[in-house]
């Protein structure tokens, strides 16, 4: 399994992003999914989170009210849209699924995207 993240880049200070993660390369069903980030000299952090039911979602504080976790399980596709971005969401963004296969929860991880917010 594969997971491929687009849509990031450079965007000006007040912008928006949309990022997605589409699954590929296998038979499995989502579990549950999430973005991260890494922004330069940091650890990864955990930026927004949801079940694969979209019944639970989690969003680090500093995004609350500006970043909207989604999916599309049809489409084994997750989505992070960013509105209001600020030079503190400048880094490389990392989605994570948590997949069922044969009954087995398996994490996979995308490759990371760099988001990069100019002033």
């Known amino acids: 399994v594969q997971l491929v993240e687009s849509g990031g880049g450079l965007v000006q200070a007040g912008g928006s992003l949309n990022l997605s993660c589409a699954a590929s390369?296998?038979?499995?069903?989502?579990?549950?999914m999430g973005w991260y980030r890494q922004a330069p000299g940091k650890e990864r952090e955990l930026v927004a989170g949801?079940?694969?039911?979209?019944?639970?979602?989690y969003y680090e504080d500093s995004v609350k009210g500006r970043f909207t976790i989604s999916s599309d399980n049809a489409k084994n596709t997750m989505y992070l849209r960013m509105n209001s971005l600020n030079g503190d969401d400048t880094a490389v963004y990392y989605c994570?699924?948590?997949?069922?296969?044969?009954?087995?929860?398996?994490?996979?991880w995308g490759k990371g995207i760099l988001v990069t917010v100019s002033s």
């Open positions: 994570r699924m948590n997949l069922d296969q044969d009954g087995y929860g398996v994490d996979y």
């Open positions: 949801l079940t694969s039911s979209g019944g639970r979602t």
């Open positions: 390369g296998g038979t499995f069903s989502i579990n549950g």
